[in-house]
Nanobody, 120 residues
Framework: VQLQASGGGLVQAGGNLRLSCAASGRSFSNYAMGWFRQAPGKEREFVASISWRGGNTDYADSVKGRFTISRDNAKNTVYLQMNSLKPEDTAVYYC??????????????WGQGTQVTVSS
């Protein structure tokens, strides 16, 4: 599977962005999907995940109430709506394919990231 993330950019604190991750292949709907991020000098961290059918979601505590993950299986795309952005959200954001028929991991098949920069 190939994953291509897009939608990143530069935004002021308090602003919003929506990231998209388009997946190739016909089995997208059978897998959970996730978003991760990596800030400079830090390890990659979990942001959000969504089950293969979209009924279960999970979020890192740092983004709960501000970020929303969703998916459109007809479009082979997963989204991350990011509201009330903070400077500490600045990172490269990656999407990843999760487990088959799973609500989350294990995660692999990482896509290319998209840079999100939040200015104060």
């Amino acid at each position: 599977v190939q994953l291509q993330a897009s939608g990143g950019g530069l935004v002021q604190a308090g602003g919003n962005l929506r990231l998209s991750c388009a997946a190739s292949g016909r089995s997208f709907s059978n897998y959970a999907m996730g978003w991760f991020r990596q800030a400079p000098g830090k390890e990659r961290e979990f942001v959000a995940s969504i089950s293969w059918r979209g009924g279960n979601t999970d979020y890192a505590d740092s983004v709960k109430g501000r970020f929303t993950i969703s998916r459109d299986n007809a479009k082979n795309t997963v989204y991350l709506q990011m509201n009330s952005l903070k400077p500490e959200d600045t990172a490269v954001y990656y999407c990843a394919r999760g487990g088959f028929g799973s609500i989350a991991g294990p995660f692999g098949s990482w896509g290319q990231g998209t840079q999100v920069t939040v200015s104060s």
